[in-house]
Structure formats: structure tokens, C-alpha cells
């Protein structure tokens, strides 16, 4: 079966660095999707991954190592506004999102 | 620019109720999605749509139906409701470039509760 997991809950101070990580099992690879989701809203999108590396945008950076079945989201600088829920996606064979249950990020002052 | 408009935001039904969510965007895009989000569990896709005319199943498709019958609009009908579609509901949409979904923008949700 495809699977996704993720930390359920982690917890970080403000101005840390907080690494999430995702490992997945899925038939097939056709990129990984980070998401942000405050509570009560929508996931927006945060980052995509479809070659072995890293990316970075801002704050944000994100790595993939497709053989280790990998990847992690890197936070910097946290702020009280990165208090949410991440969500990691991988595109499968049939180009479908499968979804991890997301990690919930608790920031504290 | 209103992006995924999603209706009504907040509904209570009656086991055996029927009801439509209605999605919307104005982006364009080919391709449609719904979600039910529930505690614990990743997005699980109920159907999606890649363009007018077009629908198919995703992982939990029974109990819901959908239609798409212009590029804007993703309905989806629960025909009789029932306790285990209490959930949160999300439409999304993409652009479509034959490879499968690109990155999508979410709609509000809507939040159902079936007594």
C-alpha cells in the first residue's frame, strides 16, 4: 500500500530552526508537495520537490533524496505566524496526491 | 480575483438528507478536486475533473456524486447522508498540463456535521 508519514505534533521556539520530516511509500514518484495549513483554513502551498536536493525560499527550505524515500521542510527564524500544520504530498505513478496526516507545529515565545 | 469559492461554509444534516456543496474558480483551471479531511488522516480525494464533461473517482468516492458541467463550477451531491460523512470538505483546482495536478489552490472548506 502507499503510505506517508510524519511526526504528528513537534514543538519549537521562536527564532529556532525546526526540521520536519516526511518518508514516504508510494507506487512510483512524481514530485513532493509541502503545504501549510493554519488551523480552521485552507492548505496553502509552500514548496515542490521533484529532484534530489534541496530548495529554498526564504524561511523555507525543502529537501528530497527520491532513493532514501525522503524529504524534510526546513523552517528559520520561526515565527509565532508559522504556528500550523504541515502537510507533505507525493505525486504517485497515476500522478495522484497522496497525502501525509500533516505535523502539527507549536511554536512558543 | 476570488480564486476557489466554496458554499455553504458551515452545514447540519440529518442522517438521510441529501445536500449539494457547491465549488467555484475563476482561475481557469482544467482541474478539479474534492477532499474530506479528517482527524488524524490525510486528504483523501473523494473525484476530481480534469475539464468540462470529465469526472472520475478518486479514493472514497461512495456516497457522493459530481458533475462538471462547465470549467468554473465542481458540484458535489451527497445523495443520502450518513453519520461517517461527518467530516471537513475541500474543493481544489489546478492548472492541468496532461501530466496530472500542479499545484492546487483550496477552497475554504466546508465544515458538515450528520447527526
Known amino acids: 500500500g502507499q503510505n506517508i508519514d510524519q511526526p504528528t505534533e513537534m514543538t519549537a521556539t521562536e527564532g529556532a530552526i525546526v526540521q520536519i520530516n516526511c518518508t514516504y511509500q508510494t507506487s512510483g514518484f512524481n514530485g513532493l508537495f509541502w503545504y501549510q495549513q493554519h488551523a480552521g483554513e485552507a492548505p496553502t502551498f509552500l514548496s515542490y520537490n521533484v529532484l534530489d536536493g534541496l530548495e529554498e525560499k526564504g524561511r523555507f527550505s525543502s529537501f528530497l533524496s527520491r532513493s532514501k524515500g525522503y524529504s524534510y521542510l526546513l523552517l528559520k527564524e520561526l515565527q509565532m505566524k508559522d504556528s500550523a500544520s504541515y502537510l507533505c504530498?507525493?505525486?504517485?505513478?497515476?500522478?495522484?496526491?497522496?497525502w501525509g496526516a500533516g505535523t502539527k507545529l507549536i511554536i512558543k515565545p | 480575483n476570488a480564486g476557489v469559492t466554496q458554499t455553504p461554509k458551515f452545514q447540519v444534516l440529518k442522517t438521510g438528507q441529501s445536500m449539494t456543496l457547491q465549488c467555484a474558480q475563476d482561475?481557469?483551471?482544467?482541474?478539479m478536486s474534492w477532499y474530506r479531511q479528517d482527524p488524524g488522516m490525510g486528504l483523501r480525494l473523494i473525484h476530481y475533473?480534469?475539464?468540462?464533461?470529465?469526472?472520475d473517482q478518486g479514493e472514497v468516492p461512495n456516497g457522493y456524486n459530481v458533475s462538471r458541467s462547465t470549467t468554473e463550477d465542481f458540484p458535489l451531491r451527497l445523495l443520502s447522508a450518513a453519520p461517517s460523512q461527518t467530516s471537513v470538505y475541500f474543493c481544489?483546482?489546478?492548472?492541468?498540463?496532461?501530466?496530472?495536478?500542479?499545484?492546487?489552490?483550496f477552497g475554504a472548506g466546508s465544515r458538515l456535521t450528520v447527526l
Open positions: 481544489a483546482s489546478s492548472p492541468f498540463d496532461g501530466s496530472g495536478a500542479n499545484v492546487l489552490t
Open positions: 475533473s480534469v475539464g468540462a464533461g470529465i469526472t
Open positions: 504530498a507525493v505525486r504517485d505513478s497515476n500522478y495522484q496526491l497522496i
Open positions: 482561475m481557469n483551471h482544467e482541474y
